[in-house]
Each structure stands twice: as structure tokens, then as C-alpha cells.
């Protein structure tokens, strides 16, 4: 059965504060692992898509990397803007649909 | 920009009543998808379709149905909707194929059944 727990489950930052966040996945063959931004009240928005250990992405403050066991959202320098539940999601070989963790909720404090 | 619409963002239905979830997507995506999300739980997938007409039950299909006659429609049916069915519904959509491609969600619609 395929697995992803996400930790912590809530951490809060000063504005400025570089912190990682991180997703472990239990899967049988890994097709894709996926990012997802969720506000409060809103559809998850989609981050990233990392499909290979070692593989790197990268977009404004935000740094995603992946191994074999596990991937890390880099935050760097966070602003408030930045507070929301970060999702993480893998896609298993053989499976259309995606397992996701519970999530990181993430506030930034000014 | 891919677009996926709901067709309610807020829902009060009463316990017994069939409740009825639209979804449309306007990027002629072959694959859609039926989430509930519930605190602590995360999303947790209730149904899929691969193409109009194909359907797959997800990890919590019970007490729900779809129906997919149109490509960029996907319809999510509480047969007799019960308190436990409160939660917030998440559809998403995304291409079909071989490739692990990321799946775009809608606004979600919060059904509170009293």
C-alpha cells in the first residue's frame, strides 16, 4: 500500500526564517512525486512535479528536492504570503490516481 | 490556464436527500477526479474516470456514485446523503496517458449534511 507522511504537521516561522519541509513516501515504483499549495477554503494549487532521485525544482522562495525515500520543500527567506498547507502527493507505477500525506501547515509570522 | 469548476462552493443538505457535485474542466483533460478532504485525514480519493463512461472506485467509494457522459463533466452522487458525508469535496483534473501528469483541483465545495 502506498504510503506518504508529511512533518511536521504545523510549524511556524519569522518572516525571513529558512526552514524544509519534509514528505517520506512508501511506494512500489515511483512514477511522480507532486507539490501542492492549498490556502484556507481553496483547491490544492500545483507546486512541482519530481519524477527521479536527485532531481532539483525551483520557483520564487520555494526549492524542492527528491531521493529515494523521501523529498524536502526548501523554504527560503519565507514572507507572510507564504502561510498555507504545503501538500505532498505520489503517483505509484501501474496508478493513475495520486496518494497524498496530510499535509505541512505552514504560518509565517511578520 | 487550466480551469475546474464546481458547481457549489457552500451545500446544506438534510440527511436522506440525494445530493448531486458537478464538476467541468475546459482543458479536454481524459482523466477526473473525486476528493474529499477532512481534517487530519487529507484527501482521500472517492472515485476516478479515465475516459466518458470509464469509472474507478478510489480508497472510500462507499455511499457514492459518478457518472461521466461528457469528457469535460464529472458528477459526484450522494444516493442518500448521511452526516458522516460532511466534509469539504475537492474534483481535480489532469491529462491521461502513460506520464505521471500533475492533476488540477477546483475551488471545493463544503456539504454539510444536518
Same mark, same amino acid.
Given at each position: 500500500?502506498?504510503?506518504?507522511?508529511?512533518?511536521?504537521?504545523?510549524?511556524?516561522?519569522?518572516?525571513?526564517?529558512?526552514?524544509?519541509? %519534509?514528505?517520506?513516501?512508501?511506494?512500489?515504483?515511483?512514477?511522480?512525486?507532486?507539490?501542492?499549495?492549498?490556502?484556507? /477554503?481553496?483547491?490544492? +494549487?500545483?507546486?512541482?512535479?519530481?519524477?527521479?532521485?536527485?532531481?532539483?525544482? +525551483?520557483?520564487?522562495?520555494?526549492? #524542492?528536492?527528491?531521493?529515494?525515500?523521501?523529498?524536502?520543500?526548501?523554504?527560503? #527567506?519565507?514572507?507572510?504570503?507564504?502561510?498555507?498547507?504545503?501538500?505532498? #502527493?505520489?503517483?505509484?507505477? /501501474?496508478? *493513475?490516481?495520486?496518494?497524498?500525506?496530510?499535509?505541512?501547515?505552514?504560518?509565517?509570522?511578520? | $490556464?487550466?480551469?475546474?469548476?464546481?458547481?457549489?462552493?457552500?451545500?446544506?443538505? *438534510?440527511?436522506?436527500?440525494?445530493?448531486?457535485?458537478?464538476?467541468?474542466? $475546459?482543458?479536454?483533460?481524459? %482523466?477526473?477526479?473525486?476528493?474529499?478532504? $477532512?481534517?487530519?485525514?487529507?484527501? *482521500?480519493?472517492?472515485?476516478?474516470?479515465?475516459?466518458?463512461?470509464?469509472?474507478?472506485?478510489?480508497?472510500?467509494?462507499?455511499?457514492?456514485?459518478?457518472?461521466?457522459?461528457?469528457?469535460?463533466?464529472?458528477?459526484?452522487?450522494?444516493?442518500?446523503?448521511?452526516? %458522516?458525508?460532511?466534509?469539504?469535496?475537492?474534483?481535480?483534473?489532469?491529462?491521461?496517458? #502513460?506520464?505521471?501528469?500533475?492533476?488540477?483541483? /477546483?475551488? /471545493?465545495?463544503?456539504?454539510?449534511?444536518?
Amino acid at each position: 500500500e502506498d504510503q506518504v507522511t508529511q512533518s511536521p504537521e504545523a510549524l511556524r516561522l519569522q518572516e525571513g526564517e529558512s526552514s524544509s519541509l %519534509n514528505c517520506s513516501y512508501t511506494v512500489s515504483g515511483l512514477r511522480g512525486l507532486f507539490w501542492y499549495r492549498q490556502d484556507p /477554503g481553496k483547491g490544492p +494549487e500545483f507546486l512541482f512535479t519530481l519524477y527521479s532521485a536527485g532531481e532539483e525544482k +525551483e520557483k520564487e522562495r520555494l526549492k #524542492a528536492t527528491l531521493t529515494k525515500k523521501e523529498s524536502f520543500l526548501h523554504i527560503t #527567506a519565507p514572507k507572510p504570503e507564504d502561510s498555507a498547507t504545503y501538500l505532498c #502527493a505520489v503517483q505509484a507505477t /501501474g496508478r *493513475r490516481a495520486l496518494t497524498f500525506g496530510s499535509g505541512t501547515r505552514l504560518q509565517v509570522q511578520p | $490556464d487550466v480551469k475546474v469548476t464546481q458547481s457549489s462552493r457552500y451545500l446544506v443538505k *438534510r440527511t436522506g436527500e440525494k445530493v448531486f457535485l458537478e464538476c467541468v474542466q $475546459d482543458m479536454d483533460h481524459e %482523466n477526473m477526479f473525486w476528493y474529499r478532504q $477532512d481534517p487530519g485525514l487529507g484527501l *482521500r480519493l472517492i472515485y476516478f474516470s479515465y475516459d466518458v463512461k470509464m469509472k474507478e472506485k478510489g480508497d472510500i467509494p462507499e455511499g457514492y456514485s459518478v457518472s461521466r457522459e461528457k469528457k469535460e463533466r464529472f458528477s459526484l452522487i450522494l444516493e442518500s446523503a448521511s452526516t %458522516n458525508q460532511t466534509s469539504m469535496y475537492l474534483c481535480a483534473s489532469s491529462l491521461g496517458g #502513460a506520464s505521471p501528469y500533475e492533476q488540477y483541483f /477546483g475551488p /471545493g465545495t463544503r456539504l454539510t449534511v444536518t
